[in-house]
């Protein structure tokens, strides 16, 4: 079993410092825990990806790992335990000893919470595979309303840029100094919805073999279309076909059996045009460095020797621009604009003020929504011009919610709990902000399905102001593009793709998956919102509306991709084949408002003209 665990740690991309040592390790895990090899890696990737690590497996990484896998079992021991609801980052920093900033139940009585600890620590002491390697005393984790620090920067982008410094602010504030120093924003939001597809009331879940077949093979044609017009590439040719040849093939990279895909396991579908949809076994081993999943369309240089295998000697994952079209292309004409508003002065600089939040949007013990509430308040006193809160607002999976004892409709919920504080929240900012609502597939009092149609809010009943765009969409803001998506796509690639790195190369996987999405979208003018294939289990894809409703044909100015995976907010460049940098995107990860019984993290942007002259700030609260 070492060596599987070996294989399966080459075949991610990662290298082992002390070999022996790691694998020993490892094996104890997979024995202790029941995991397979393929699991021990797929824990140890997504522990890399949350603290940031290289792709150097290091043994002082071993206990930390330890402790990851440990949270884990006692997650899997309180979900079978009735009425505890603890997150899992709660326990993360109780097993650590770290629980003075731990923010727990919403007026919960402190006896009660006690208690729910002592059961917990009791259950996970019976374990056998789980010892809580703490020596701290356990004391009871403060209640989410009684927290000391309200808002607290965790991480901040271009902080040079004139970009406020927040302070921790206590409960104690003045909030009617605040009422009264009150000053509305000097400018009016203007707001575009670029498009909003499907529409409210469409049918779903009616999508065919065809409607498939049609949008897999429309995805390989216009990107073997990008590469031809370039200039640089001849016609693709049939992949399946024996040539000694170098040869220049367009197509999907697809899994040869079920599972996680791997690299002796890897196959290239081509288009009908090219091949009548054959797929080939394409090897891997010459290459030096590669990044590929499921569904991902690129371009290969190789040879075919026996008919049976592509030898790759480069994948290509950026078509190059052509000369002759590149004021035509959108792409390069959005970064000709962009230089044309520098070099001009004179003419405006597109600039947004804006606060990003994904939901949960209320703690799991309550449906009080108080971190919705502290959101508010915050905007309220930063006054930004655009407000975008990401679904889901009423999370089908909330324990209150599954238990069905609630005395209201899920649109009840959302009414009263939601659009009935966000109409207060407009009220009082006055009519120069907006706010942007964006279902989730995890929402109860909406559609389960994707692409999704927008939440169906009448001005009558509440303001215009509040506005509710497709999962996913896009729209403008003061000429600042943005697009955004609720599905957790981030989390999906980073389970399902495999890479080898260059030696001594950096691991950016976070970087990485953003430009994945990008670069399946950013040359093509027919490409995917979400490019994996097939989609993870519990993403419910139409096919018969995906062709109208996940693709755009130009790279935003901000690209919001809500995960469970480490927020983040990087300025990403995406580059062309010959590597050189064409656009730059500003791409986040807002994290989750609320976290189990405690609070998350939410984004505040100031865009001014281009990313690097912009700033951002994620919040913790």
């Known amino acids: 079993m070492e060596e599987e665990i070996k294989e399966e740690f080459t075949k991610g991309g990662f290298t082992l410092d002390d070999e022996e040592e790691i694998l020993q390790k490892c094996l104890t895990f997979c024995i202790q825990y029941k995991l397979s090899a393929s699991d021990i890696v797929a824990n140890w990737d997504l522990y890399s990806i949350n603290r940031g690590l290289d792709s150097t497996v290091r043994s002082s990484h071993m206990g930390p790992f330890l402790e990851?896998?440990?949270?884990?079992?006692?997650?899997?021991?309180?979900?079978?335990?009735?009425?505890?609801?603890?997150?899992?980052?709660?326990?993360?920093?109780?097993?650590?000893?770290?629980?003075?900033?731990?923010?727990?139940?919403?007026?919960?009585?402190?006896?009660?919470?006690t208690l729910s600890l002592q059961k917990s620590s009791d259950s996970a002491q019976?374990?056998?595979?789980?010892?809580?390697?703490?020596?701290?005393?356990?004391?009871?984790?403060?209640?989410?309303?009684?927290?000391?620090?309200?808002?607290?920067?965790?991480?901040?982008?271009?902080?040079?840029?004139?970009?406020?410094?927040?302070?921790?602010?206590?409960?104690?504030?003045?909030?009617?100094?605040?009422?009264?120093?009150?000053?509305?924003?000097?400018?009016?939001?203007?707001?575009?919805?670029?498009?909003?597809?499907?529409?409210?009331?469409?049918?779903?879940?009616?999508?065919?073999?065809?409607?498939?077949?049609?949008?897999?093979?429309?995805?390989?044609?216009?990107?073997?279309t990008a590469y031809v017009s370039s200039g640089r590439y001849d016609e693709p040719v049939d992949p399946s076909v024996a040539s000694q040849e170098s040869i220049f093939a367009v197509g999907m990279i697809c899994c040869e059996e079920e599972g996680r895909i791997k690299e002796?396991?890897?196959?290239?579908?081509?288009?009908?045009?090219?091949?009548?949809?054959?797929?080939?076994?394409?090897?891997?081993?010459?290459?030096?460095?590669?990044?590929?999943?499921?569904?991902?369309?690129?371009?290969?240089?190789?040879?075919?020797?026996?008919?049976?295998?592509?030898?790759?000697?480069?994948?290509?994952?950026?078509?190059?621009?052509?000369?002759?079209?590149?004021?035509?292309?959108?792409?390069?004409?959005q970064a000709m604009d962009r230089n044309l508003q520098l070099r001009e002065p004179s003419l405006d600089t597109p600039e947004v003020s804006l606060i990003v939040a994904a939901g949960p949007f209320t703690t799991s013990d309550n449906l009080l929504f108080q971190p919705l509430n502290d959101l508010l308040a915050y905007a309220q006193r930063k006054q930004p011009q655009l407000l975008v809160l990401l679904g889901p607002f009423i999370d089908s999976d909330h324990p209150e919610l599954k238990k069905g004892i609630i005395n209201q409709t899920f649109d009840e919920l959302f009414r009263i709990e939601i659009l009935g504080k966000l109409q207060d929240y407009v009220d009082y900012m006055g009519s120069t902000v907006r706010v942007i609502l964006m279902p989730s597939i995890r929402d109860a009092n909406h559609d389960c399905a994707f692409p999704q149609p927008a939440f169906e809010i009448h001005p009558a009943d509440f303001s215009n102001q509040i506005k509710s765009i497709s999962n996913p969409g896009m729209f403008s803001a003061n000429r600042v593009k943005v697009a955004c998506c609720t599905v957790d796509i981030l989390k999906h690639l980073s389970a399902e793709e495999i890479c080898r790195n260059p030696q001594g190369g950096s691991k950016q996987r976070l970087t990485n998956l953003a430009k994945h999405v990008l670069s399946q979208q950013s040359f093509v003018l027919w490409s995917s919102f979400y490019p994996l294939y097939p989609p993870s289990e519990d993403v419910p894809l139409d096919f018969s509306l995906a062709s109208k409703?996940?693709?755009?044909?130009?790279?935003?100015?901000?690209?919001?991709?809500?995960?469970?995976?480490?927020?983040?907010?990087?300025?990403?460049?995406?580059?062309?084949?010959?590597?050189?940098?064409?656009?730059?995107?500003?791409?986040?990860?807002?994290?989750?408002?609320?976290?189990?019984?405690?609070?998350?993290?939410f984004v505040e942007i100031n865009y001014r003209g281009d990313p690097d002259s912009s700033s951002a700030s994620i919040i913790r609260i």
């Open 68 to 113: 990851q896998l440990q949270n884990e079992q006692v997650d899997k021991v309180k979900e079978k335990a009735s009425g505890l609801h603890l997150y899992s980052n709660d326990v993360s920093m109780i097993l650590n000893g770290d629980y003075g900033e731990t923010e727990g139940t919403l007026d919960t009585p402190p006896d009660k919470h």
């Open 126 to 224: 019976r374990t056998n595979s789980v010892k809580l390697t703490s020596a701290k005393r356990l004391e009871p984790v403060t209640p989410f309303g009684s927290r000391k620090n309200k808002f607290i920067v965790q991480l901040t982008l271009n902080e040079h840029l004139d970009m406020q410094t927040i302070k921790a602010e206590d409960d104690n504030a003045n909030f009617e100094d605040e009422i009264i120093r009150r000053v509305q924003p000097s400018k009016e939001c203007s707001l575009i919805i670029d498009r909003s597809q499907p529409e409210p009331g469409c049918r779903f879940m009616y999508d065919r073999i065809e409607d498939k077949f049609n949008f897999l093979e429309n995805c390989i044609k216009k990107r073997a």
């Open 264 to 333: 002796k396991g890897t196959l290239l579908q081509s288009s009908v045009e090219h091949s009548g949809g054959q797929r080939v076994r394409l090897d891997l081993q010459k290459l030096s460095q590669y990044s590929i999943f499921p569904g991902q369309v690129v371009a290969v240089e190789g040879r075919n020797p026996s008919g049976h295998c592509v030898i790759a000697s480069k994948i290509i994952n950026y078509p190059p621009l052509s000369a002759a079209t590149d004021e035509e292309h959108p792409s390069k004409k």
């Open 549 to 601: 409703a996940l693709h755009f044909s130009s790279i935003p100015d901000i690209l919001i991709l809500p995960s469970d995976l480490a927020h983040f907010v990087k300025v990403v460049g995406v580059e062309d084949a010959d590597g050189e940098e064409q656009v730059k995107c500003i791409c986040v990860n807002p994290g989750r408002l609320a976290r189990g019984e405690g609070g998350g993290f």
